[in-house]
Each structure stands twice: as structure tokens, then as C-alpha cells.
């Protein structure tokens, strides 16, 4: 049974204006699904859609084959954690008490997360390379070390399916690819499930060359024009059609790690 199964999705603003419809995919045990699609298109809109927080206008979202609607918040953060795009850092927690956050589900209500759920929340900085840094506060990482947190706070919530909007937007390239690294482990070692909405063609390259089973939707005019693996959807006519540029994909030596080269815009 899929993870989570979108059936026939359709979301409007304002009830005049759709920003997409006719929508459907599902998201098996250790699949990446990245929904790739120019500025405005809707990747965020639908994530929302996916998190709970935008109702359909259309439609359905299963989770393990059960209405989403069905799930009170607490057995939701079960199921599913989230990784948003940009975060503010308002209060000077400690780095480990953010992390322990993800916890928060699992904990007892009103009670304070006991030493089984910091330890959790060490391992989760762990696997994201930032061990040492559980005492240092929040408010004073860079950006790229603050996603690396927002990374391991999903971890720590163990959840099968990972949601992540734009997860290296403003990283440099170290982060990009630690990043990227994180979520091939996750995904192809951990058998855990992702949704990820990039602007980074060649992430989902990055992901197939790893043996990472990856999808790509590419999102155009308010629908999945096409899905598939990387190497049958991000190909120089999807992404002429789709972006407006001429490419082309190149490879190693033997084929075996693609990359998609972009060439010129097309005017
Ligand atoms: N809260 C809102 N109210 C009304 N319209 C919105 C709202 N949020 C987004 N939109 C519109 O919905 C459309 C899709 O926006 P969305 O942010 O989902 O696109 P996106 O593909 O994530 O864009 P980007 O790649 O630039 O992040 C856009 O036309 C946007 O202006």
C-alpha cells in the first residue's frame, strides 16, 4: 500500500482561480517524489495541500490508505514531518531542545520530554553531522547549519514520510550536497518516504545517479504534465517545453550519472 495516494487533487484560492486540479500520485516505502515546475505553478500550494494546511477544493489525500481528514494533529505528526523553507528564529533555545521538538507528539501531554526523547534528538543531529552543537543556540547558527537543525527535528520525529519544500533554497554548494547526501541515506538506506518541492533539476539527477528510486512530477499549467524517473521526464524537450531553455543532459564516461547542462533561454 502507498504511503500517502493523492486522488484526483484540485485547490482554488479565491473559487475563481485554480491554481492546479486533476492532480494524482502516490508515494511508495523509500521513493523520493519531487515536484519540479517554473516560479508560481503551485509546488508550495500543494505541499500545503499534502500538510493539511489548504483544503481541496477537489479530492482526496490518503495516508496508509486512511482519509487525511480522519487524523487528529497528534497522530498526524506520526505519520508525517515537515521541512518548510524558511524559519524564524525568535526564541534562543538551545539547539537540542529544538531538535527535541519533533518529539513533542510522543511526549505526554503538558509533560516535559523526558531523556529517551533527547536522546533521540541527539542521534538526529548526529545524522545530520552536527554533533557538538546540541548547548549552542538557535538564534545564532548560519542558514545553513539552522536547515541542518529543521532537517534533524524532522528525523527525530520518525515519521515514515518527510515533507520538504525547497530544502537547500539559500544553502551554499557544501550545504546543497550534505543536504542532498542526508536525504539520499534517508531514502534509499532508511526506506523512508519524501516529497520535495525543488527548483534544482539536477537534484533529482543527483538522487538517481545515487540509486536513490526517485519520481519527478513536472508541474505546467495547474497539472502534472509529465511523471516519471529523472532520466524519462527531465529530458530536452520536457524542459524546453516546460522552462522555456534549451539543454542538454550529459554523462560520465560510462553513462552511469547524468546531469542535466542548460544552454540558453529560448527567445
Ligand atoms: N495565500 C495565497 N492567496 C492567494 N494566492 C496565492 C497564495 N499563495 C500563493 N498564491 C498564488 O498561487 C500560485 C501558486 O503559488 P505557489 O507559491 O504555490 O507556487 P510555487 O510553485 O511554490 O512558486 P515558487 O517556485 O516561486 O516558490 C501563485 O500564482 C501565487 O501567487
Known amino acids: 500500500m502507498a504511503l500517502i495516494e493523492i486522488k484526483d487533487a484540485a ?7 485554480t491554481i492546479f486540479e486533476h492532480i494524482n500520485f502516490r508515494v511508495e516505502e ?22 493539511g494546511l489548504n483544503k481541496l477544493k477537489n479530492g482526496q489525500i490518503l495516508i496508509g490508505g486512511r482519509p487525511m481528514e480522519s487524523f487528529k494533529p497528534r497522530e ?7 521541512v518548510p523553507q524558511g524559519h524564524k528564529t525568535t526564541f534562543a533555545y538551545t539547539v537540542l531542545d529544538v531538535v527535541t521538538m519533533g518529539r513533542t507528539y510522543a511526549a505526554r501531554m503538558f509533560a516535559p520530554p523526558g531523556e529517551k526523547e533527547r536522546e533521540i534528538a541527539r542521534d538526529a543531529l548526529k545524522q545530520v553531522g552536527l554533533e557538538g552543537f546540541e548547548e549552542r543556540e538557535y538564534t545564532k547558527l548560519s542558514g545553513g547549519e539552522l536547515q541542518l ?12 514520510l518527510l ?19 542526508i536525504i539520499a541515506r534517508l ?33 505546467n499549467d495547474g497539472n502534472f504534465a509529465q511523471v516519471g524517473t529523472p532520466s ?16 542538454e543532459i550529459v554523462s560520465n564516461g560510462s553513462g552511469e550519472r547524468k546531469y542535466i547542462l542548460p544552454l540558453r533561454n529560448k527567445r
Open 187 to 219: 531514502v534509499r538506506d532508511k526506506k523512508i518516504s519524501i516529497i520535495m518541492a525543488t527548483h534544482f533539476l539536477n537534484q533529482a539527477y543527483y538522487l538517481e545517479n545515487a540509486g536513490v528510486n526517485t519520481k519527478v512530477a513536472l508541474v
Open 11 to 17: 485547490f482554488s484560492y479565491d473559487g475563481k482561480r
Open 76 to 82: 498526524l505528526a506520526e505519520h508525517v514531518a515537515y
Open 30 to 51: 523509500g521513493e523520493i517524489f519531487c515536484i519540479i515546475g517554473p516560479n508560481g505553478c503551485g509546488k508550495s500550494t500543494l505541499i500545503d495541500c499534502v500538510l
Open 149 to 160: 537543525v529543521i532537517i534533524a527535528r524532522a528525523i527525530a520525529q520518525q515519521s515514515r
Open 232 to 247: 524519462q521526464v527531465l529530458n530536452t524537450e520536457n524542459l524546453e517545453r516546460t522552462f522555456n531553455i534549451i539543454t
Open 163 to 181: 515533507i520538504m519544500d525547497e530544502p537547500t533554497a539559500h544553502l551554499d554548494f557544501t550545504h546543497e550536497l550534505t543536504v542532498m547526501e
